[in-house]
């Protein structure tokens, strides 16, 4: 006797895994949000529908499983590229690139360091572990949260 003969498939059976399945599926995928369990479960449903035509359990895996691998490889690639999320600049990445003046002494070592860039005054810290005198210029090189990363413009 095959496997996929034993009488744990029968015809609610199947329905039930395929619906358990789908359930599993999408409620991993309502956690991850990686379009990967959503494929299985579109897989889960194509099986579902396949059993409804009291189709061998063979035939029925074989449905999950080819369209769920279709779905990974030409839905999920579209999906998630049209919900990526990108960076967009702000107000606040226009200071990259700009010159300031140092008004307290940057020492990464004791974490103070403060700068006037465009006439705001930002906590700053040295892109390399030397200290910055008050009164140099500097260049803002990255913003690491409400810090400037500079480096001195000689």
């Not at 990686?34 to 579902?48: D, E, H, K, R, T």
């Not at 990108?86 to 990464?108: A, F, L, Y």
């Not at 892109?127 to 990363?149: C, M, Q």
């Amino acid at each position: 006797m095959d496997f996929f003969e034993l009488d744990i498939f029968g015809f609610m059976n199947c329905l039930l895994i395929w619906v358990g399945l789908f359930l599993i599926f999408t409620l991993i995928e309502f956690f991850t949000y990686q379009f990967f369990a959503l494929c299985f479960s579109f897989g889960s449903v194509s099986a579902l529908f396949a059993s409804l035509f009291d189709v061998s359990i063979t035939v029925q895996i074989a449905i999950f499983l080819v369209v769920s691998c279709l779905m990974i490889i030409f839905i999920r690639p579209i999906a998630y590229k049209m919900l990526k999320v990108t960076h967009r600049p702000t107000n606040v990445d226009m200071i990259i690139g700009k010159e300031g003046i140092v008004t307290e002494e940057i020492n990464n070592l004791e974490r103070r360091g403060r700068v006037n860039i465009l006439g705001q005054n930002w906590a700053a810290k040295n892109e390399i572990e030397t200290t910055i005198s008050v009164n140099t210029k500097v260049v803002v090189r990255k913003i690491e949260g409400v810090t400037l990363v500079v480096e001195a413009n000689e």
